[in-house]
T-cell receptor, first 113, second 115 residues
Framework: AQSVTQLGSHVSVSEGALVLLRCNYSSSVPPYLFWYVQYPNQGLQLLLKYTSAATLVKGINGFEAEFKKSETSFHLTKPSAHMSDAAEYFCAANTGTASKLTFGTGTRLQVTL | EAGVAQSPRYKIIEKRQSVAFWCNPISGHATLYWYQQILGQGPKLLIQFQNNGVVDDSQLPKDRFSAERLKGVDSTLKIQPAKLEDSAVYLC?????????????FGPGTRLTVL
């Protein structure tokens, strides 16, 4: 069965510091991979997606993620954190039934001054 | 372009009562999803529609949950009777089609509290 693991339920960084949110997937078939962001009391917003084209994917708000098949990883990064990046981030994968997503448990990003 | 609309945004009920949630997807999106997001967890798919047909409802507790999308546009999700463990945010999402590469677009969710 497909699963998505997000290491670290809470991550805290200083404003201007590098953001690194980790995501690993388990699947014998290379999946389509997604990162979503959820602000308080809002739905999920798509940040970026990997669909077997370029392994380095650029998304909105300065985020990017790199697909590494050898490590079964799809970590999310941003060079310089901003206070407005504070939110919950979810990694999701799709390998099976058409468009059915499996989500990780989420990582809450805190940005401090 | 208007996003996915959901109502109500918040609902508080007592256990054993019934409740219904409504979703209006993005115009032209054939695929509609209902997710349950329990506090501290990622969303879990309850049911997936393609137009007005069910594609996947394997994780829907059918003894108490039901959903319909009669005209292939709006959808309603019902819980009857509600249990304490149904307290969660219910998210509706839509996508253009079933293709795996399609991103899903989420509504703001309905926060249900069962007392």
């Amino acid at each position: 069965a497909q699963s998505v693991t997000q290491l670290g339920s809470h991550v805290s960084v200083s404003e201007g510091a590098l953001v690194l949110l980790r995501c690993n997937y388990s699947s014998s078939v290379p999946p389509y991979l997604f990162w979503y962001v959820q602000y308080p009391n809002q739905g999920l917003q798509l940040l970026l997606k990997y669909t077997s084209a370029a392994t380095l994917v650029k998304g909105i708000n300065g985020f990017e993620a790199e697909f590494k098949k050898s490590e079964t990883s799809f970590h999310l990064t941003k060079p310089s954190a901003h206070m407005s990046d504070a939110a919950e981030y979810f990694c999701a994968a799709n390998t099976g039934t058409a468009s059915k997503l499996t989500f990780g448990t989420g990582t809450r990003l805190q940005v401090t001054l | 372009e208007a996003g996915v609309a959901q109502s109500p945004r918040y609902k508080i009920i007592e256990k054993r009562q019934s409740v219904a949630f409504w979703c209006n997807p993005i115009s032209g999106h054939a695929t509609l999803y209902w997710y349950q997001q329990i506090l501290g967890q990622g969303p879990k798919l309850l049911i997936q529609f393609q137009n007005n047909g069910v594609v996947d409802d394997s994780q829907l507790p059918k003894d108490r949950f039901s959903a319909e999308r009669l005209k292939g546009v709006d959808s309603t999700l019902k819980i009857q009777p509600a249990k304490l463990e149904d307290s969660a945010v219910y998210l509706c999402a839509s996508s253009l089609d079933l293709a795996k590469a399609m991103g899903q677009y989420f509504g703001p969710g309905t926060r249900l509290t069962v007392l």
